[in-house]
């Protein structure tokens, strides 16, 4: 199991990024899958999560309404939109398998001006 993330960098209070993570060694449309980050001394929190279809997503209060996570079972990636950023989304995000201990390395967001 591999789970690359990209798509991570700095920008400006109210811009926006997208996260990819790319998946491989596994049955990609058979899991379900979640982004999680972990902001410097704090413990690392569910960011979203999405169902192996796509179908059924669920976020953390802090992010609704202004990050969407998103999946395409072709290309085997998972997909995290952010809008309206603001410095607290400065994190690490991680892209995780819903079932087993997989991680991606992590992709580096900060939120500054």
């Known amino acids: 199991v591999q789970l690359v993330e990209s798509g991570g960098g700095s920008v400006q209070p109210g811009g926006s990024l997208r996260l990819s993570c790319a998946a491989s060694?596994?049955?990609?449309?058979?899991?379900?899958m979640s982004w999680y980050r972990q902001a410097p001394g704090k413990e690392r929190e569910l960011v979203a999560a999405i169902t192996s279809s796509g179908g059924g997503t669920n976020y953390a209060n802090s992010v609704k309404g202004r990050f969407t996570i998103s999946r395409n079972n072709a290309r085997n990636t998972v997909y995290l939109q952010m809008n309206s950023l603001k410095p607290e989304d400065t994190a690490v995000y991680y892209c995780?398998?819903?079932?087993?201990?997989?991680w991606g390395q992590g992709t580096q967001v900060t939120v500054s001006s």
């Open positions: 060694g596994f049955t990609f449309s058979h899991y379900g």
């Open positions: 995780r398998r819903l079932v087993g201990d997989y």
